[in-house]
């Protein structure tokens, strides 16, 4: 439970969030620097590279022109046009006649031109004489005619005469089979299909062999073995020579594409059993094969790791200072929420009116700012509602005051109206019944509200106990329309203000007291009007008592009455419907109007 409450701290997963996030960088940083690193060691390869495979390529086009001049001295001696002439007519033994002329001067070519490693002639009809400087073909002219007259590069010669062909797939001991083991190796043979000048037949083929190690030397000379290797490969992907000797005659990792629009120059990335490898390619112009450096990409990718490592440590170290400082800030930033946490525990266990003494500086400071507010104003809102509850038990006991048990009551009217009967006192009589009459509704219904035209009923049975008591000096104007008299209204509303009226105009002696009772619906409003005809009220009087009333104070009488009766009414109205309605006083020539304003709704809404 303990490692629950843990994880679901804020702070706990701010610094969870803030390690994964940041992890997820680091991780998204090394890879793309080491993308980056080693796409830019694979582009530097590249340039490096270009530059130099158009030198070996150079070279290799040089040393085949040299050969294909070569070719051509050598078809232009003399003994040679002799043979060739009328080669297909020779007999086997004038063919052989001329062997001794051939060989020697094979020899005298190749102790001159080092580079070349054998020179053969072939004629269908009669074999092929040649050799090395220190051999001589060895195959019988039946042998040689299987294995050459039907080859490929034969076929190919007889082509494209005057042109050269150039072959890697020959070996030496293709033309001597008793060269095996180290004294065997791999030859590129440059073919052309010849003739002597005076004769229209192609009679012949002239082979110039070059050792492949010879080729091999112009690009594997300074090539270092941690640097890759390098082969090149023909037009069938076949190794023909390479740095390492042991992979002439295999296939190549790859082989760039072919066509017209193909580019002559590249790099390509492949995985070599468990090795990645760049092999970066040109092609050659004279062959139509590629020369090809492979390059063992783990070399620089542990370069590149150990820098990442290095990358690694930086970000780890500042990850580890990232986070301490981000531990103490978030510290600080959080420690306003456990204390606003705190406060509110406080609140919901009945601590009120708590607040922050200090107010930070910032968005958290705002958030405290409204918590002391709303804190002291949940309070404020206790007090007043307190002040309202005591405002309330204070009328119920007013009220309360007032209650006279109905039975003990009604008896003691009941035996006052006999006695009356008895002395005949007919006003007496009257004056009870009316009396009864008013106090019947507040025993027989507990509903506080009733119609306006029940109000002017009770008050009308009120009128006619005053005037028994005034002897009818008191003259009363109800002046309400029909549509009006069903609006509700609190029980016994009127009575208080029409006591107030009559109090005010008995002010003035000696005349008629005349009450003016008035009622209107205005924009949802019940406005009733009551008027006197008294001495009425000054101004300051008046806007103090509008005041008093307005603010739920308590009312000072002008005179004669105590002013209960208008505290009372005005208090029940502000209970009943709010602190927007109530009494107020207006302003009359003569006299004093009270007006009350509580909302219009119908009976039975």
Known sequence: MKRLRWFQSLRTQLILVFMVISIAVLAGASYSIYSFMLGMVKDQNERLLFQQFQQLDHNIHNLISEVDRLQKLFLQDDGMQELLLNLTEKSELEFLNYKNMLHARITRFIGNYSYVHSIYVTAENQGAVGGSGDTTLVHPVEEWSKSFFQSEPFRRSKEQYPGIVIEGSLTKSFFNPYMTE????????????????????????????????????????????DDGEMFIADAAGRIVSASRQDRIGSMSPYMPPDGADAPAYG????????????????KLQDTGWYLMKEIPLNVYSSQIYTVQRMIFLVFLLSLIVILIVSYFWLNKMIRPLHLLSGKMKDMSRGELGVTFDEVPNN?????????????????????????????????????LQYQINPHFLYNTLNSIRWMASIIKADNIVSTIVALGNILRPVFSSKDPM????????????????????????????????ESDLACRVPRFILQPLVEN??????????????????????????????????????????????????????YESSGAGSGIGLNNVNKRIRLYFGPQYGLHFEAREKGAEVVMRIPASQVGE
């Open 182 to 225: 180290d004294n065997d190796g791999a030859l590129v043979s440059i073919l052309r299909g010849t003739r002597a000048i005076f004769d229209p037949r192609i009679s012949a083929t002239l082979i110039f062999n070059i050792d492949e190690r010879y080729l091999a030397s112009i690009y594997s000379a300074s090539l270092d073995a």
């Open 267 to 282: 790099s390509h990335e492949l995985v070599d059993g468990s090795e990645r490898v760049q092999i970066v390619y040109r």
């Open 363 to 399: 968005e958290f400071g705002t958030v405290i700012r409204r918590f002391n507010e709303m804190s002291l104003s949940i309070v404020d809102l206790i007090k007043k509602n307190n002040a309202m509850q005591e405002q309330k038990r204070e009328l119920e006991i007013e009220a």
């Open 450 to 481: 009733c119609s306006l035209r029940d109000e002017i009923n009770y008050l009308q049975h009120y009128i006619k106990i005053i005037n028994t008591r005034f002897d009818n000096n008191v003259v009363f104007d109800i002046d309400i329309d």
């Open 501 to 554: 009226s009559i109090a005010s105009g008995r002010q003035d002696e000696g005349h008629v007291i005349h009450i003016a009772i008035r009622a209107e619906v205005a924009d949802g409003v019940l406005v009733i009007r009551v008027a006197d005809s008294g001495i009425g009220l000054e101004p300051e009087r008046m806007e103090a008592l509008n005041r008093r009333l307005a603010a739920g104070e308590g």
